[in-house]
């Protein structure tokens, strides 16, 4: 297995071989062995004689509690050709700090090792099932992992190195990059959907390993005083004079919002529409590659990164959070309802390749009712996304040192202030729920 990255060591041949049980790293169970996701061969990956180098993966601001780090591999493949591989080791960290929330960091890893090795390749699998020729795969190739304690660790395929790119997540997404999102988000939901219609004993597993989420640790002091805190500042943003009828109802939630929440997420309420979500929806998540030549800012393909708080619950979740805090009150107000549509009809048409009954699955009336109640996730996660890509990356404290920097406090309020207002007054101005009615 591959240890936690320290004082930038990394030893290749601790990557496990195909024959290994928990190995996944060349997709040996399916097609996809003989090639990766990028075009590398095996052999291209088979690397020896090899020299390292080990950098941050990642800018500051694009990543807190864990260790994101760059490996570039040089070397030679069987046949004696150059080759060099470039691979992201995310790692746990190991301080005095973290150790007060090692569980829920542990926790974390085991939740997105599930998601790539088993949920991912079960995703590949009834794609290939079922001859889609442009399947979903907005997710870097996975190599291996370690859930070790205090020593979790995953390599990934870096993403940069294939021409993807982060938006600036100081700034909203324009129009063209809020549709790629809405319309991947629409392909992916529609996977745990297809599955749960198909394979329903397949969905069961599914089911057991995602039902339980970050958000049953709300009574962790850590998060618990974190979201007060960005709650209670996101209250702020309204006048209660002016905004009166909607800072009441926001405070309203402000002073409920554990059971307001905790309810929301109840398992024992899991429904027949209840799919796999992404869940941490923040700008930093996304990478996008730009391949239009006649129109070079316009995105082509996205990839979703970090997939440790994903769990089992409404779509509702993933559309409400990337929204509300990936976008603008300008491009709501003009495109908020085609977003919806945009995602839906992405959806649906996935769900037909699938060979899946879309609008039984889940009718766009459905849909608009869990917009309406599940929401208030969105919006809180919106308190604590916001709040983040409103503050400069060099003000940005290491939280995995002190994690009393959770609650670290922005040197200008005024773009903060106003994103996070108008969030607010659009969240209601849509008829959703504050509470869990």
């Not at 997404?173 to 529609?190: C, I, P, Q, S, W």
């Not at 959070?321 to 549509?341: G, M, V, W």
Request: hydrophobic share 35%; aromatic share 12%; net charge negative.
């Amino acid at each position: 297995m591959l240890p936690i990255l320290e004082d930038s060591e990394f030893n290749l041949d601790e990557i496990p071989s195909d024959d290994d049980d928990d190995a996944d790293i060349f997709n040996t169970d399916d097609s996809e062995s003989e090639k990766s996701s990028d075009g590398d061969t095996e052999e291209d990956c088979d690397i020896h004689n090899y020299t390292m180098e080990v950098s941050d993966g990642t800018e500051k601001g694009q990543n807190f509690l864990t260790i994101i780090s760059q490996v570039v591999v040089n070397g030679y493949n069987s046949k004696g050709n150059a080759v060099q591989k470039s691979f992201i080791v995310k790692s746990s960290p190991f301080t005095e700090a973290t150790a007060k929330i090692n569980d829920l960091l542990q926790d974390a890893f085991i939740r997105e090792v599930y998601i790539y090795v088993k949920l991912f390749r079960e995703f590949r699998l009834i794609q290939q099932e079922k001859n889609i020729t442009d399947p979903f795969k907005s997710y870097p190739e996975y190599f291996t992992s370690s859930l070790q304690n205090c020593g979790e660790s995953i390599v990934l395929q870096d993403l940069k190195a294939y021409g993807y790119k982060h938006w600036n997540r100081e700034n909203p997404t324009d129009f063209n990059h809020a549709v790629l999102l809405m319309k991947e988000y629409g392909r992916f939901h529609a996977l745990s959907f297809a599955i749960r219609d198909q394979k329903p004993q397949l969905f069961e597993d599914i089911i057991e390993n995602t039902r339980l989420s970050w958000f049953h640790n709300l009574n962790q002091k850590v998060i618990h005083d974190l979201s007060k805190d960005r709650v209670e500042q996101a209250l702020n943003t309204l006048n209660p004079i002016e905004d009166k009828l909607v800072y009441d109802k926001f405070k309203q939630f402000s002073e409920n919002m554990f059971e307001v929440l905790l309810e929301c997420i109840d398992v024992t309420s899991a429904s027949q529409y209840d799919v796999v979500n992404h869940v941490d929806c923040s700008l930093s998540n996304f990478m996008f590659k730009y391949e239009d030549q006649e129109d070079p800012h316009k995105p082509t393909s996205i990839c979703f990164l970090d997939w440790q708080l994903s769990y089992l619950c409404s779509p509702a979740i993933d559309i409400s959070t990337a929204i509300f805090s990936s976008t603008d009150k300008k491009l709501r107000d003009e495109h908020y309802n085609d977003l919806i549509q945009e995602y839906y009809n992405s959806l649906c048409l996935m769900l037909e390749k699938l060979g899946t009954d879309a609008k039984d699955t889940l009718p766009f009336t459905v849909l608009q009712q869990h917009l309406k109640k599940y929401s208030i996730l969105g919006l809180y996660m919106s308190t604590l996304l916001v709040y983040v890509q409103s503050m400069k990356k060099e003000e940005i404290p290491n939280m995995a040192n002190d994690t009393t920097q959770f609650r670290f406090k922005l040197n200008d309020f005024k773009k903060y202030n106003t994103r996070m207002r108008d969030i607010i007054l659009d969240f209601d101005a849509f008829g959703y729920n504050f509470s869990f009615d």
